[in-house]
């Protein structure tokens, strides 16, 4: 990644890490799992290419950003963090947002609950919360998300990603892509971040805290109730053609007030900002550049 920086901000008392490129109107890029803001590595020369300052956070537990002794990972938690992030990198100043897997999943949430620092979005691979929850009925999307429920056991799913040189990790990627995708070097990255201490369960945390109200925030009640409004920020929602969630996003244009467009990416599967990244960033680009 030429000319990009490593850059930490202390935000909701926990120190992020994040990657920095150009210089211009503030592009938020969030990642997902099993993954790391290295996972934007085409997409931030194309941004600041573009006249935009590209940032790229590793989520709360994602090494190097720091652990959080209170171990919350709920939605509600992370996106107070995004909104934070927002708010103290833009200076003030409403930011662009873009977010893959649990990037797209925080991302409906910031943009309901905190539509007013968003101008537009872009969000990839998973569908609006209401579509998602339908899905828990699908048995073909029960078996899809099968990660979801293997995640709620205790110690078993840290003792089978580990295994074989995280192999677990490999077959996610394999599973989810579009078939000939070979990402070797940004796997390696994963895998090392993974291996820090800590940072395994950290991650496995936001999974346990989707069925565990117990596991969130008390104190963002408030935060809560704003996440389920319609979303009125402008938003673009991709989805690789060769994702099975595909077919759950086509038809969610009804949970937006604001502008919507929806667009199937020929030839990817989950990860379309690895697999098309030329197609994704141009997408991308034109999207932030409609406003």
């Not at 790391?36 to 997409?43: G, I, K, Y």
């Not at 339908?134 to 205790?154: C, E, I, N, Y």
């Not at 295994?163 to 490999?170: G, K, R, V």
């Not at 996003?249 to 989950?270: N, P, S």
Request: hydrophobic share 45%; proline share 6%; with cysteine.
């Amino acid at each position: 990644m030429m000319n990009t920086a490593m850059k930490h901000v202390s935000v909701n008392g926990l120190d992020f890490a994040y990657l920095e490129e150009g210089t211009g109107p503030l592009v938020l890029l969030v990642h997902g799992f099993p993954d790391t803001a290295r996972t934007w590595s085409h997409q931030m020369p194309a941004l600041a290419a573009a006249g935009y300052r590209a940032v790229a956070p590793y989520l709360r537990g994602y090494a190097p950003t720091g652990i959080p002794a209170n171990g919350y990972y709920d939605k509600a938690t992370l996106a107070t963090d995004v909104a934070t992030l927002i708010k103290v990198l833009g200076n003030g100043s409403p930011a662009y947002l873009v977010g893959q897997d649990w990037g797209a999943i925080i991302g409906y949430a910031v943009l309901a609950a905190f539509p007013e620092l968003v101008r537009r979005a872009v969000l990839m691979a998973v569908p609006h919360p209401v579509q998602a929850d339908k899905s828990m009925l699908d048995a073909k999307h029960v078996h899809r998300s099968f990660h979801w429920w293997f995640f709620q056991l205790a110690d078993l799913p840290e003792k089978a990603i580990t295994q074989n040189d995280f192999a677990f990790i490999d077959y996610l990627w394999e599973y989810w892509t579009a078939p000939g995708h070979v990402d070797t070097g940004h796997l390696a990255e994963i895998k090392k971040m993974l291996r820090e201490p800590g940072v395994l369960a950290a991650t496995l945390g936001y999974y346990r805290a989707m069925f565990d109200v117990q596991k969130g925030d008390p104190g963002l009640g408030e935060e809560r109730a704003l996440m389920k409004r319609p979303i009125s920020v402008p938003t673009l929602a991709l989805c690789g053609a060769e994702d099975l969630r595909a077919e759950l996003m086509v038809d969610q244009a009804q949970y937006f007030t604001g502008e919507y467009r929806f667009e199937l990416i020929a030839g990817a599967g989950h990860f379309p900002q690895r697999e098309r990244p030329e197609q994704v960033s141009q997408l991308i680009v034109e999207w932030l550049a409609a406003s």
